[in-house]
């Protein structure tokens, strides 16, 4: 295919905003599946996508356009996720594009990842096309969201494509507008070749398969490649386009984008952002790269029966094949025995991890409280960085500790502010902007201490404004912050795995929060249970479990004494999934119970 | 010879009680019609079950409320079971009822039958709370029923009492026990009001208009029970269970003691050759299926070694004098200490079960936590 005939866009837009469904459309109405070939969303595969009707993994899909006016195109459209865990995923896209299709809902508006995944496309200076959706919707209202595009974005919206994706409206538009408003893409094929790895993941029978954007020169089958982050050479055994079915195809020019196998064993082999070159001609200019993705919360995870640990390890291995974005190192708890400090991108990616470890490799998993990470600077200016509470315990000469802020985006009507500016003043935020995007809805800005909005910022936000608000999020800095270690006590025995790190203005509060919490979550014992919630040795809170005193069913079973059975089979099931520290049996909900405080009890 | 306990489920009462969750359903005296003959016919079915090779040491018609079919109907029941079962010569016959019932001349025609020992469901002596149950009796119908039972010639009999009844003390529920022991009885049960699902109890505790006592006016309750029983000659032996010396239940103590038994009637349960398996509860559903194949069995199992075991100290634990280590022993084929060693150090360092040297019972404190000390037996 020409270069002039190729357009390589993603479709961005908030989360939930249509971006699947618009993909959907568009893949039926270029003939890529057949109608009977389509489900909702169709490029979200994973189960959990399906069953939470999200995108975790952003996917590209080659369509073939035969335009009215006589043109036949190939489109590379890849679907990003919306959700702010996931950004990474648009930004590695963005790379191998021309454009995008900038989704906002009409009910909606702009929202806070509308305009962080925007800044994305601008940065790269693609072209955009914005598409209002959802216009079948009787509170849809485009002419406001045309405004806010013009005001607060600059993005130019009288030609703006008004789109309903669910019922097929403007679908035959909006391909007439990528074709004319989406550059082809430019690359020389006659200069070396370089290549931009943009995704890779791991398949059983075929190995690692990456992604590929030809920038500049031409790849064909049976090439010999060097990619040159990792220094690594290999011979290219198959390349293809998905369509959404894998097709094979012999060479990729300049500007076309497909599918790579070359033998690779291990996804540790690449790198995404990397530059695949020839081994004998190779180019002198290399792509920048990307930017490593780190993980920003950590948490420990724990298999409830020891003998499943080995398990874990190997299910850990395993599932990194596919998401090198998972960090994960072998820990130890007094309390909970030998597991792992893993590190993900955010809350909801931390809760995928856990789900997919449950479900695909049967582990039975305890999970502690998320944690950032925090740095200790020492007396002699050496840095740690905390990714678990206890690692605090036997630092020397702390100098100084900082901890990570955000720079966190809320956009929401305004009559939310008030309580708005409370939460955000619980949590230490400093406002740094407020701006009116429409009447009636407002945009602000906070520096907020990373750890405040891992606790349970994201729900306070969406009760605290009916769920109207949305809200987005970048890291920024460390400063320099007062922190404290607060540690929770069974029975004077101090349980590792419920220690966290917080300010010390807050510390009081948190602890008797926690004490209480967890007084809830405990059930009663055979004997009595003291909790108590202490800054070193000095005590801020203490609750007291009673011993349990009577616990027998005086009734009379007749003969059926299954029933009975069955019964207490499933409360000794229950009771096998606690954890037991010293003598305490531990619920795992427990261990999150700190998610669940407010912290102004 | 095997012996056998054989159990009978009437399903009708006249008003279900709030806090039943037993397979009991309004009367209906044209479906119980054609319910005895259907009972008549699982008999015949039942006796082929069992084999000629077991002896029936105990029956115990039960329910519902037995006595809501016409006298008649008893007796024909009572006759059929002889002539299709090895009754023993001393075999107990117990059949519960409930002062609603109560006619001239019933538990005469009862005795006559071959009944002796008779279980009546008093519940409380006040009318209060005999409302709150939605008991259909009054306090003095409770009275004339044990009388009329003991003038009829009944020396053993037994009565059901609850405790923790919303708003009950200690103090009341003694006095319940003590009008109770006036009346004599033979046998006394006490059981703590507990809330199960699918009764009305279940829907007004759930929407709050039903407080449970507290756990410690519970324990309080049924200590004063232990001590007013035990003032009064009544041995306990079994958690909920006091008696006369001698005069057990000698039904229950088959399931207690995880014996065979063949239970027929809707939702009938029975235990033989280690099998367990229940009939279908609806009684519509039980004559349908008896008239159309003899029998109304709608779940059965096998039981695995280890759930015979963990069943057998859930029933054994419950009676006071607890399990022979022997017999179990004899019965699995197995050591005791081997299959449940660390359990029992666990226990017995909490101090809530006493071995000796062939017995394993819970302790007096572990007497009020005996579901979690069983518990720790299931597997
Ligand atoms: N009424 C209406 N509903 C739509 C339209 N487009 C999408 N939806 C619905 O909006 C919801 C979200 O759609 P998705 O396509 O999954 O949204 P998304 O942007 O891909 O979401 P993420 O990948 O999680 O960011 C689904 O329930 C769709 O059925 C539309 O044009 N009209
Ligand atoms: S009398 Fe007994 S079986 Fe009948 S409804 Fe009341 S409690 Fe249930
Ligand atoms: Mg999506």
Not at chain 1, 195 to 220: H, M, N, P, Q, T
Not at chain 1, 253 to 259: S, T
Not at chain 2, 275 to 304: D, H, M, Q, W
Not at chain 2, 359 to 364: F, V
Request: aromatic fraction near 8%; include cysteine; charged fraction near 25%.
């Amino acid at each position: 295919m020409k270069q002039n005939q190729i357009r390589n866009f993603s479709i961005i837009a908030h989360i939930d905003h249509g971006k699947s469904t618009l993909a959907d459309k568009l893949i039926l109405a270029t003939g890529g599946l057949e109608k009977r070939q389509m489900k909702d969303q169709v490029l979200d595969s994973m189960d959990l996508e399906r069953e939470r009707g999200i995108t975790i993994k952003a996917q590209t899909v080659n369509l073939r356009y035969k335009s009215p006016n006589g043109g036949e195109y190939g489109f590379n459209m890849i679907d990003t996720p919306g959700h702010v865990d996931f950004t990474y995923e648009v930004s590695r896209s963005l790379a191998a594009c021309e454009g995008v299709l900038l989704v906002v809902d009409a009910t909606q508006g702009i929202q806070a990842q509308t305009i962080a995944n925007l800044n994305l496309a601008m940065k790269h200076n693609l072209s955009i096309i914005p598409v209002i959706n959802k216009v079948d919707l009787p509170s849809a209202n485009p002419d406001s969201v045309k405004e806010q595009l013009e005001d607060v974005l600059q993005v130019e919206a009288h030609d703006a494509i008004l789109a309903s994706a669910k019922e097929g409206i403007g679908i035959d538009e909006l391909m007439e507008a990528i074709v004319e408003r989406i550059p082809p893409p430019v690359g020389d094929a006659d200069k070396p070749l370089k290549c931009l790895l943009f995704d890779a993941w791991y398949d059983s029978y075929r190995g690692v398969i990456v992604l590929v954007k030809v920038v500049e020169g031409s790849l064909a089958v049976g090439d010999a490649i060097l990619l040159m982050a990792t220094g690594r050479n290999f011979v290219v055994e198959e390349l293809g386009i998905l369509t959404p079915r894998a097709k094979q195809v012999t060479s990729f020019k300049a500007g076309e984008v497909g599918y790579m196998i070359a033998n690779i064993k291990e996804l540790d082999q690449t790198k995404i952002g990397d530059t695949v070159t020839h081994v004998a001609q190779p180019t002198d200019a290399p792509l920048p790269g990307y930017k490593d993705v780190k993980p920003m919360v950590f948490s420990g995870l724990y298999p409830i029966s020891g003998d499943q640990y080995e398990l874990l390890r190997d299910a850990l291995k395993k599932l990194t094949l596919n998401d090198a974005s998972v960090s994960y190192e072998a820990e130890t708890s007094s309390a909970l025995g030998f597991g792992f400090r893993c590190g993900f991108l955010g809350l909801l990616h931390m809760e995928i991890v856990r789900e997919r470890l449950e479900r695909e490799y049967n582990v039975e998993l305890l999970t502690t409280a998320p944690t950032v990470v925090y740095k200790v600077i020492t007396t002699s200016g050496e840095v740690i960085h905390i990714d678990n509470p206890s690692k605090l315990k036997g630092i020397k000469n702390v100098d100084r500790m900082e901890e990570p802020y955000v720079r966190g985006t809320i956009i929401m009507p305004e009559e939310y502010i008030g309580a708005i500016m409370g939460l955000t003043r619980d949590r230490r935020g400093i406002q740094t902007k407020m701006e009116y995007l429409a009447p009636g809805t407002v945009l602000l800005e906070y520096h907020l201490p990373f750890n405040e909005i891992v606790l349970d910022f994201y729900d306070r936000l969406k009760s605290n404004t009916r769920g109207y608000a949305s809200f987005d999020y970048e890291f920024l800095d460390f400063r320099a912050s007062n922190l404290v270690k607060l540690d929770i006590l069974l029975n004077g025995e101090l349980v590792d795995a419920l220690s966290l790190i917080c300010h010390k203005d807050k510390v009081y509060f948190l602890g008797r929060d926690l004490a209480k919490k967890l007084k809830e979550q405990i059930p009663r014992q055979m004997y009595e249970v003291v909790i108590q919630a202490a800054v070193g040795t000095k005590v801020l809170a203490r609750e007291t479990i009673k011993a349990l005193r009577k616990n027998v069913l005086a009734k009379c079973y007749g003969g059926d004494i299954t029933r009975k059975r069955k019964l207490l089979e499933k409360q000794k099931a229950g009771k096998k999934k606690m954890k037991q520290v010293g003598k305490v049996e531990i619920p795992q909900e427990a261990f999150l119970a700190v998610l669940r405080t407010d912290g102004k009890s | 010879m095997k012996s056998i306990g054989l159990y009978i489920h009437i399903p009708y009462c006249l008003h279900k009680c709030g806090y039943c969750d037993f397979n009991s359903h309004a009367v209906d005296p044209a479906e119980m019609e054609r319910f005895v003959p259907a009972l008549l016919s699982e008999i015949d079915h039942g006796a082929t079950r069992i084999g000629e090779e077991r002896e029936v040491a105990t029956v115990f018609i039960g329910g519902g409320t037995p006595t809501t079919l016409p006298p008649q109907a008893l007796e024909t029941l009572l006759s059929h079971l002889r002539q299709r079962f090895r009754l023993a010569g001393d075999a107990e016959i117990t059949l519960e009822t409930n002062p609603a019932t109560l006619a001239p001349g019933l538990f005469e025609r009862l005795r006559e039958a071959g009944v002796n020992r008779l279980s009546v469901g008093i519940q409380s002596f006040d009318a209060g709370e005999l409302k709150l149950l939605e008991r259909v009796h009054s306090v003095a119908e409770a009275h004339e029923t044990v009388k009329a039972a003991q003038a009829a010639g009944f020396y053993n009999l037994s009565m059901d009492l609850m405790f923790a009844l919303p708003g009950q003390t200690a103090r009341r529920f003694r006095k319940h026990l003590e009008t109770a022991l006036a009346l004599r009885p033979e046998h006394l049960s006490t059981y703590n009001l507990t809330i199960e699902k699918n009764t009305a109890f279940y829907n007004m505790h759930r929407r709050g208009q039903l407080a449970m006592a507290a756990e410690e006016e519970q324990l309080a309750q049924y200590q004063e029970t232990l001590g007013v029983m035990a003032g009064a000659g009544y041995e306990h032996y079994e958690i909920s269970n006091f008696c006369r010396p001698g005069r057990e239940c000698r039904h229950n103590l088959i399931y207690w003691n995880n014996g065979e038994h063949l239970g027929l009637g809707p939702g009938a349960s029975s235990y033989l050759g280690g099998v367990r398996s229940r009939n279908c509860k609806l009684p519509a559903r039980y004559i349908r299926e008896v008239n159309a194949t003899g029998r109304a069995i709608e779940f059965e199992e096998t039981l695995k070694p280890r759930e015979a075991m963990g069943e057998t100290l859930m029933l054994g634990l419950r009676l006071l004098k607890g399990i022979a280590i022997d017999a179990f022993e004899a019965r699995f084929k197995t050591s005791f200490r081997e299959v449940y060693g660390k359990t029992l150090d666990g226990l017995l360092d909490q101090n809530l079960i006493q071995l000796d040297d062939n017995r394993i019972a819970l302790s007096p404190k572990g007497l009020f936590l005996a579901d979690s000390v069983i518990l720790e037996f299931i597997t």
